[in-house]
């Protein structure tokens, strides 16, 4: 076997080559491992004894001696030994994969855009979310607190403060080291206040009314360390049943019909 191991699989360049055979002129019970180091240009022969008894054990035996032998023909190739790395321990990753679900509590603001309302509203925001390793999470968001919008009419105009509240699920259709992105549905009660202004102040009224609001949207989060990241969130919104704002005696519009949130936040990790 010794042209062999020096010329077998050329094309493939390995490091070392091996061969088990009886050698010539043996004994049936001799067995040799011949081992060739490439870069070195050595083989390196061993002969062992097999005793028949126990085939299997024989074979284990060959096996465990041509594997060290190898390792130690080619001792020179593996990667130098550092100590200091060794003192210092594995390096830890900035950010360690998690197989634990993970807390996340966010802060921001919203922009609802609706198309019955020139204007946008301006509401404070706050999101509490549990994800898993799978990508799948679920979430709460409340939003309010936020400046009334005016909604002019022929008869005067309406001034309206919305506040919501929803929970849904999520799903995480791509992440990188630092970014990912999912995809967000949800259900909740959305409450709307409407305060009217007219010359007529004997015409003047102020109605609220509660409504379910449906969203559905996407977002994009970049981790800035291993706790924080800021967040952009984009949701469509449908009040069912839809509510219709009233101003005067005929004008009417139709909030939520549809409507876009935009938000942006800052989350804490968990």
Partial sequence: ???????????LEPVAAFAIAHPSGATDDTIAIWVCDRPGRRITIQRMTMHGDNISQDAEVLALEAIEL??????????????????????????????????????????????????AAWMGYLQAMLKWSRGMSVHAEVRGLGSSVTVPGSYGSAAVQRTSTTAGVGWVFWSAERVRSMLLVGLGLEHLSASGTAPD???????????????????????????????????????????????????????????????????ARF
Avoid: C, Y
């Fill in 1 to 11: 076997p010794t042209p062999q191991v020096e010329t077998i699989a050329r094309d």
């Fill in 70 to 119: 190898i390792r130690v023909s080619i001792a020179g190739l593996w990667p130098a030994h550092n100590r200091e790395l060794d003192a210092q321990g594995p390096p830890v990753p900035l950010f360690p994969a998690r197989h634990n679900p993970e807390l996340s509590l966010g802060v921001g603001v919203t922009m609802l855009v609706d198309t019955a309302i020139s204007s």
């Fill in 201 to 267: 102040a004997a015409r003047l009224r102020t109605e609220s009314s509660w409504t379910t609001l449906v969203t559905a949207g996407v977002g994009l989060s970049a981790r800035l360390n291993s706790v924080l990241a800021f967040g952009l969130q984009m949701d469509g919104v449908l009040t069912v049943p839809a509510v219709n704002l009233r101003i005067g005696d005929t004008e009417t519009k139709q909030l939520s019909q549809p409507g876009l949130m935009l938000t942006g936040a800052v989350q």
